[in-house]
C-alpha cells in the first residue's frame, strides 16, 4: 500500500520529527557563523588599520623629504604690477624692484587694399633678427618664405601661410572702412626677435605688386612699424637690468618676475620661509597618526559601561602595533637642536593622541635644517635616523607582502575559509541525515499501513464468521 503522505498511516508527524532532527544537525551552524561573523569583523578591520598604516607611512616620509622644510614664498607689495615665485631652497631675502617699461613685441601694418584684392606674383621672406642699432641685424634662425600666386593669394591666404610657417611671427587682416590691411607681429618680445620682411616681386610697377608688404627698414618701408621690440627694463635696488621677456627668470637665483605693469614706485619683494606649507606636512602626519591610534584604541578595548569589546580585544597583531607606535613616537633622534618630537611642539596626550603646540612649532619653523635633521636625519643605524625615516621604514615593513599586517590579513582569510568548509560539512551532513531519517520514517509508517490493513482484513473476516455462525 502506497503512502501518499508521510505519518498518514501512523499518524505521527513525521515531518515536524524530521524537521527537529535535522536543526538538532544543523546547530554547530549557529556558531560556525557566529565565528564567520568575527573573523570577517577582524578582517575589515585590519583592513583599514593596513590602509592607515600605508597613509602614516606616505606623511612620514613627506616630513623626511628634503625639501619639506625648505619651501619658501615669494610675495609682492604691489601684485598689480610684480608677482613672484621661488625655488625650493631659495635664501630668504627682501628687495626693492622698479618696472620702468615692459617688454614688447614688433609689430608692423601694410597700407589698406581694397577687401580681398590680389596681391601680385612673388615672394616673401621673413627673417628674424635685431632692430635695436637702426638697421637690421638678421638673427641665426632660418628665414621664412611666403610664396604668393597671382589672382590666387589675398591677404588673408598670405596671413594663412605665414600662420602655418610657425616661424616666430604672426599675421591677421584687419579690415575697416578704408579696406584691409595685412598686420603682423613677433611671436616673442624682446630687441632681438624683431623681422624684416622682404619682397621678391614678380610683376612689378603694376601697383599691385606684393613689394606693398615689404618692411626692410625702421622708415620708409611701404609696412610701417606700429611697435619696436623691446626689452623689459627693471632696476632692482637701484640696479638696471633688462629682460627679453615680460617673465624674469635669470636675473636673481631661485626667484621668477612676471612683469604686468611699470610701477611708480619701487615694489618690495620678499622670500621667506613658507611656513604655512611645513604646517600642513606637520598636520598631516599628526592627523594620520591620530587616525591610526585613534582605531587601535577603539577596536582593542573593552567598554565597561555597554559590556562591548572591540573587535580587536586582546588581538596580538593589533596590541602589539600599539605598543611599537607608542615607544616608537616616544623615542629620541639625537645630534641636533631637536631630539624628541615634543621639542617641536608636537606633543603626545594621555590617550596616546598627538596634539599640537602652535606656540613651540613656529618656534621650530625658525629653523628649518633642525626641522629637516629631526625628520630626515640619514644614518646606517635605523635607531638614529630621523622620525619620518624611521616611521616610514616600519610602514613599509608592516604592510609589506611578509610583513606583521599582512600575515595576519592572510591568517583571517585562511581562518574564513576554514569555516567555510566546516558549515559546508555540517550542510551536508544535515543535508544526508534528513534523508536518512525521512527514509526510516517512512519505512516505518508503511509497515503501520501493512498493519493496519492486515487487521482490518482480520476484522472482516471474524465478522462475516459470526454471521455464518449465527
Do not use: C, H
Not at 515536524?16 to 565565528?35: F, K, M, N, W, Y
Request: charged share 20%.
Amino acid at each position: 500500500m502506497a503512502i501518499s503522505s508521510p505519518g498518514l498511516a501512523s499518524g505521527i508527524d513525521i515531518k515536524g520529527i524530521v524537521s527537529q532532527l535535522v536543526a538538532l544537525e544543523r546547530a554547530p551552524l549557529s556558531q560556525l557563523q557566529t565565528q564567520a561573523n568575527g573573523f570577517q569583523a577582524r578582517l575589515s578591520v585590519f583592513g583599514t588599520i593596513t590602509s592607515m598604516v600605508s597613509a602614516l607611512g606616505d606623511a612620514s616620509a613627506r616630513l623626511a623629504g628634503a625639501n619639506t622644510f625648505t619651501q619658501v614664498k615669494g610675495s609682492s607689495s604691489q601684485p598689480e604690477s610684480v608677482t613672484v615665485s621661488v625655488a625650493d631652497s631659495t635664501a630668504p631675502t627682501s628687495l626693492a624692484l622698479d618696472v620702468v617699461s615692459l617688454a614688447q613685441a614688433q609689430s608692423t601694418a601694410s597700407a589698406a587694399v581694397p577687401v580681398d584684392s590680389g596681391m601680385g606674383a612673388g615672394t616673401l621672406t621673413i627673417t628674424l633678427g635685431d632692430w635695436s642699432s637702426g638697421s637690421f641685424a638678421p638673427g641665426t634662425g632660418t628665414p621664412m618664405t611666403i610664396n604668393v600666386v597671382e589672382g590666387k593669394d589675398k591677404l588673408t591666404d598670405i596671413a594663412a601661410q605665414i600662420n602655418a610657417a610657425k616661424g616666430g611671427v604672426t599675421a591677421t587682416v584687419l579690415r575697416d572702412a578704408s579696406g584691409e590691411r595685412l598686420l603682423m607681429r613677433s611671436k616673442d618680445t624682446g630687441e632681438a626677435l624683431g623681422f624684416q620682411v622682404a619682397a621678391a616681386d614678380g610683376d612689378a610697377n603694376d601697383g599691385k605688386d606684393l613689394g606693398r608688404l615689404a618692411f626692410t627698414s625702421l622708415t620708409g618701408s611701404p609696412m610701417s612699424l606700429t611697435q619696436a621690440g623691446m626689452n623689459a627694463v627693471a632696476k632692482v635696488n637701484g640696479v638696471t637690468i633688462e629682460s627679453a621677456s615680460n617673465t624674469v627668470k635669470e636675473a636673481l637665483p631661485g626667484i621668477t618676475l612676471n612683469l604686468l605693469k611699470p610701477t611708480t614706485s619701487a615694489a618690495t619683494i620678499s622670500v621667506s620661509n613658507d611656513k604655512d606649507s611645513m604646517r600642513k606636512a606637520v598636520q598631516g602626519f599628526v592627523d594620520a597618526y591620530n587616525s591610526l591610534a585613534d582605531m587601535l584604541a577603539t577596536s582593542t578595548k573593552y567598554d565597561a559601561d555597554t559590556k562591548t569589546r572591540g573587535s580587536l580585544q586582546g588581538d596580538a597583531t593589533a596590541v602589539g602595533l600599539q605598543r611599537a607606535l607608542r615607544s616608537m613616537i616616544r623615542s629620541e633622534t639625537p645630534g641636533g637642536a631637536f631630539t624628541r618630537l615634543s621639542d617641536v611642539g608636537i606633543e603626545i596626550k594621555a590617550d596616546g593622541k598627538m596634539s599640537i603646540n602652535s606656540t613651540k612649532l613656529d618656534a621650530a619653523l625658525d629653523q628649518p635644517a633642525e626641522m629637516t635633521r629631526l625628520f630626515g636625519a640619514e644614518n646606517d643605524n635605523p635607531t638614529l635616523k630621523g622620525f619620518g625615516f624611521k616611521l616610514d621604514a616600519f610602514a613599509d615593513g608592516m604592510v609589506a607582502s611578509d610583513g606583521t599586517l599582512s600575515a595576519r590579513t592572510s591568517s583571517l582569510r585562511s581562518a574564513i575559509q576554514r569555516n567555510s568548509r566546516e558549515m559546508d560539512k555540517v550542510t551536508e551532513r544535515a543535508t544526508r541525515a534528513e534523508a536518512r531519517y525521512l527514509a526510516q520514517y517512512n519505512a516505518m509508517d508503511a509497515s503501520v499501513a501493512r498493519l493496519n490493513s492486515l487487521n482490518a482484513y482480520v476484522a472482516q473476516q471474524i465478522t462475516l464468521w459470526n454471521k455464518s455462525s449465527g
